[in-house]
C-alpha cells in the first residue's frame, strides 16, 4: 500500500514539475511587452553585456537568452539578427509583412510552429498544373502562330534541341523606360541559389555570377499600368496565369574592358531550375521568359548549349523551357545558358520565372523562402 501511494506521489510531482516548467519557459521567447520596442534598441547599444541582470530577463529575445529547444522542434529564435524584429513586430510588421516575418523574426511575431516548412506549408491537393505534360510544345507552336506582332523567330526546337524563341519586338519603348526607371538606383549584387538550411534557400554571392539585381516587388513597379501590361503578355504568350510568375528580376551588367578582365559581370552556364522547388507549392520553374532592356555594342550575348548566341536588342525577348515537354516536373538539361560579360555598353535586361503553380500566394505566406 506504501509502495502504490510513493508511486502515485511520485507521478503528481512529475506532472506538477512539468506544469510549473511548462509556466516559465512560454512557448515562444519574448522580450516583455512593456519594453519590447526598445528592447532591439538597447541590445544593438551593447546593453545585453553591460546591464545584463535587467536586459537577460526582461529582453531575452533580443539578447538571444532564449532556452534551448527541445524534441524535434525547430529552435524558436529570430533568424534575423539585425536586432530589429521585437521593434518591426510592435509597429504590426508580423502582419504587414508575414512572408519574411513570421520566419524571420518568429519569436516576435510568435509564430514558431511555421519555422516548420511541412507544416507552415502543406500540400494542396486537388490542384491543375499550368503545363501538363505535352502542353509546352503547343505553347511554343502557338507562339510563332498568334503573335506576329512580335515578330517571333525559332532559334532552336526539338527534337535536335530543346525550344528557344525570339520575338524581336516584345516590348515598347515606353514599356522599357518604366522598368528602367523602377530599378535605377536599387541594384545590389546578384546572389545564387546555395540550396536550403533550416527550411530556408540560402542566397550566396557567387563567383559565378557578378551581376547587379533588383526586383519589381513593390506597389510602384508591380501595379504600375505598363507593368501589367507586360506581365499580360507575358502570360498570353506562354499560357501560364500571372499568379505563377515570381516578381520580375531586373538585371544589369557594367561592361570591362576584354573578357577576361577582373571587373566583368557575368553569370556563367547555369540552369534556371531549382530542385528543391519540385516538391514545394509553386512547384518546378516550368519557363524562363528574358527581356532586354538595351543595346550593346561589344558582348554581353546569352550563349546557350544548343551553340547559338543571341546579342542584346532592346525591346527583344526570349521564351524557353525549364523542363521537359513530355514530364514538366523534369529539369530540361539542354537549356543550360551563359550570360557573356559586355566589353563595350551596359546591358540592362529582366527575368520572368514562371512555375506550374501559384507562386504569389505562396510566396505571401512564406512558402517560397
Not at 532564449?66 to 510592435?90: F, I, L, Y
Not at 527534337?159 to 541594384?187: I, N, Q
Not at 571587373?263 to 519557363?287: K, N, S
Amino acid at each position: 500500500m506504501r509502495a502504490i501511494g510513493g508511486a502515485v506521489l511520485f507521478v503528481v510531482i512529475a506532472r506538477y514539475v512539468s506544469f510549473a516548467d511548462e509556466q516559465r519557459q512560454p512557448a515562444a521567447c519574448s522580450d516583455d511587452a512593456e519594453v519590447a520596442a526598445e528592447c532591439a534598441m538597447w541590445a544593438a547599444q551593447g546593453e545585453c553585456g553591460t546591464n545584463p541582470d535587467y536586459m537577460l530577463d526582461h529582453c531575452a529575445k533580443s539578447c538571444d537568452n532564449c532556452p534551448p529547444s527541445t524534441g524535434n522542434d525547430p529552435p524558436c529564435v529570430d533568424r534575423d539578427k539585425s536586432g530589429a524584429c521585437a521593434h518591426w513586430a510592435s509597429a504590426g510588421e508580423c502582419e504587414k509583412n508575414p512572408s519574411f516575418m513570421k520566419i524571420r523574426c518568429a519569436a516576435s511575431c510568435n509564430t514558431c510552429d511555421m519555422l516548420d516548412y511541412k507544416k507552415r506549408c502543406p500540400m494542396p491537393t486537388n490542384r491543375t498544373p499550368a503545363v501538363p505534360p505535352g502542353r509546352m510544345d503547343e505553347t511554343f507552336e502557338r507562339a510563332l502562330l498568334e503573335f506576329p506582332e512580335l515578330e517571333p523567330h525559332v532559334l532552336s526546337r526539338p527534337p535536335e534541341s530543346a525550344w528557344v524563341l525570339s520575338f524581336d519586338r516584345f516590348l515598347a519603348p515606353d514599356e522599357v523606360a518604366v522598368l528602367l526607371e523602377h530599378a535605377e538606383g536599387r541594384y545590389v549584387r546578384s546572389t545564387a541559389s546555395g540550396g536550403r538550411k533550416d527550411d530556408e534557400f540560402v542566397p550566396l554571392e557567387s563567383d559565378i555570377r557578378t551581376s547587379c539585381t533588383t526586383w519589381c516587388d513593390n506597389a510602384t513597379c508591380y501595379d504600375h499600368p505598363i507593368v501589367k501590361r507586360i506581365y499580360e503578355r507575358v502570360a498570353a504568350v506562354t499560357q501560364v496565369p500571372p499568379e505563377n510568375f515570381e516578381y520580375m528580376q531586373l538585371l544589369r551588367y557594367m561592361p570591362c574592358t576584354h573578357a577576361g578582365a577582373k571587373d566583368c559581370q557575368f553569370y556563367r552556364r547555369h540552369h534556371d531550375t531549382i530542385p528543391e522547388l519540385a516538391t514545394m507549392q509553386p512547384g518546378p520553374r516550368v519557363y524562363t521568359f528574358f527581356l532586354y532592356l538595351s543595346d550593346v555594342e561589344e558582348g554581353g550575348g546569352t550563349r546557350f548549349d544548343g551553340g547559338f548566341t543571341v546579342q542584346p536588342k532592346s525591346g527583344k525577348a526570349l521564351f524557353w523551357p525549364a523542363t521537359l515537354n513530355s514530364d514538366p516536373f523534369v529539369s530540361d538539361d539542354r537549356t543550360h545558358h551563359e550570360a557573356l560579360p559586355p566589353t563595350r555598353g551596359v546591358k540592362y535586361a529582366a527575368n520572368f520565372w514562371l512555375h506550374q503553380y501559384d507562386y504569389v500566394s505562396a510566396h505571401h505566406a512564406g512558402c517560397t523562402t
